[in-house]
């Protein structure tokens, strides 16, 4: 069973079960994977799908952030409670470790020396982590430690 048929499956059981938050979550869900597919031409992979999946968990932890700062927790709350149900069908986050030990071998493989070769650095760390479900923004951090910028 794909992803995209996993969350199809999903929908229809938390329509059964009259699960609103996860109902709404799985239909906008479904939506973008289906926009994704439409746009592609093709039924996707779930390693496409998996990106969609992530591109959206990213859009609630950025709102996360502006309801905190804008004093709305109530939103904040309920965004958060979309994310946890959006990572279910993600792979586990990528451990420090494994996030830092794909740093260094990027520097290593990309030979960086300081802040200015962040981009070839990241590009090169994003490929080793590919399918390992890493924050790019975590990842961003590590790398700017590491190069002491």
Known sequence: ???AEKVEKDLVAAMKAR?????????????ALKNKQVELGKPLSDEQAMAVLRTLVKQRRDSVDQFRKGGREDL?????????ILQAYL???????????????????????????????MKAAMQKLAGKNADG?????MVRAKLGG
Do not use: F, H
């Open 1 to 3: 069973m794909t992803l």
């Open 19 to 31: 699960e609103e938050l996860r109902l709404s979550v799985l239909r906008m869900a479904k939506t």
């Open 76 to 84: 904040a709350t309920k965004e958060e409670a979309e994310t946890e």
């Open 91 to 121: 792979p586990a986050e990528a451990s420090e470790e494994e996030i830092s030990d794909a740093i260094a071998a990027a520097i290593v493989e990309t030979g960086a020396a300081g802040p200015q070769d962040l981009g070839k650095v």
């Open 137 to 141: 923004k975590r990842v961003n951090q």
